[in-house]
């Protein structure tokens, strides 16, 4: 089974207005990643979180890591019609630092 | 910098066809991976190297074996397709730091068993 999952499956919101994704796990990890795929492209790696960092920023981007909880955010500020894409949260297990997995992504969908 | 390129973009196969999906990367990583996506379920890990010469199962292995030639290639062969095996299949490429660092990944391999 995949050790990532995410929630919503997905989300529609209006341009301007936040966009919140969250994504659990199963087992403990290195670092977590975020990724953005629009339709028929390869992914694109977003931000990263080492597992002993809370929260980090990039940008419009905030993501936080709870550990304890086994799950991530993700928070898109500001949404742009631009930002219209599946994201995955993906993570490398403790002791397997090649080990990268998805999970089966949240298609946001911003209207103009 | 090509970054990561997969070879081909589409394929068509018989069931019972052999095909060998190409990798190559030229950013110096030690770590490359294979993939396959299909509607609804992410991106699923097929096999994934952690450096050259080394090469371990993903999540759904079978059906594929795969090849990392040198430190540039990755290659990953069906021996006998399967209309299952129909899917999008992508390659990437990631540097190994202590905690781990970003994938690169290629624009995709579009394969259709009928």
Same mark, same amino acid.
């Given at each position: 089974s995949q050790q990532g999952e995410e929630d919503p499956q997905a989300l529609s919101i209006q341009e301007g207005e936040n966009a919140t994704m969250n994504c659990s796990y199963k087992t403990s990890i290195n670092n977590l990643q975020w990724y953005r795929q629009n339709s028929g492209r390869g992914l694109v790696h977003l931000i990263l979180i080492r597992s002993n960092e809370r929260e980090k920023h990039s940008g419009r981007l905030r993501v936080t890591l709870d550990t304890s909880k086994k799950s991530s955010s993700l928070l898109i500020t500001a949404s742009r019609a631009a930002d219209t894409a599946s994201y995955f949260c993906a993570t490398t297990p403790t002791g397997a630092n090649s080990k990268l997995t998805f999970g089966k992504g949240i298609t946001l969908s911003v209207r103009p | 910098n090509a970054g990561v390129t997969q070879t081909p973009k589409f394929q068509v196969l018989k069931t019972g066809q052999s095909m060998t999906l190409q990798c190559a990367q030229?950013? !110096?990583?030690n770590s490359m991976y294979w993939y396959r996506q299909d509607p609804g379920m992410g991106l699923r890990l097929i096999y994934y190297s952690a450096s050259e010469g080394t090469t371990d199962k993903g999540e759904v292995p079978n059906g594929y074996n795969v090849s990392?030639? !040198?430190?540039r290639e990755f290659s990953l062969r069906l021996e006998s397709a399967a209309p299952s095996q129909t899917s999008v299949y992508f390659c990437a490429s990631s540097g190994t730091g202590v905690r781990g660092t970003e994938a690169f990944f290629g624009q995709g391999t579009r394969l259709t068993v009928v």
């Open positions: - | 030229d950013m !110096n990583h990392r030639l !040198n430190k």
